[in-house]
């Protein structure tokens, strides 16, 4: 069984930086492909960031690019995400997902985490 666990959202100021963790278990994700995404109140859940585990290419969302870094530790089976010069329209909830063959919509990542609530003040 699939388990994907975040930790690390908080509130931080607006040009602050938090990191968040995604620690996955089950099964081997060498093969998978692994992913942010974040949903506002009211908003569509939004592509942020994704890479594959076995390493690569890194994938951004338009909003994210230059601030925000997707990594992985293969020691921890952990999945990062380095947020950097926050703003407020970043607040949001955060979730972490990994799918064999993900597409470029949230339909088709088939495992999710719960989420970790970021709010950045003004």
């Known amino acids: 069984q699939v388990q994907l666990v975040e930790s690390g959202g908080g509130l931080v100021q607006a040009g602050g930086s938090l990191r968040l963790s995604c620690a996955a278990s089950g099964r081997t994700f060498s093969s998978h492909g692994m992913g942010w995404f974040r949903q506002a109140p009211g908003k569509e859940r939004e592509f942020v960031a994704a890479?594959?585990?076995?390493?690569?290419?890194?994938y951004y969302g338009d909003s994210v690019k230059g601030r925000f870094t997707i990594s992985r530790d293969n020691a921890k089976n952990t999945v990062y995400l380095q947020m950097n010069s926050l703003k407020p329209e970043d607040t949001a909830v955060y979730l972490c997902a990994a799918d064999t063959s993900p597409g470029s919509t949230w339909q088709t990542w088939n495992y999710w985490g719960q989420g970790t609530q970021v709010t950045v003040s003004s």
């Open positions: 890479m594959r585990w076995s390493g690569g290419s890194t």
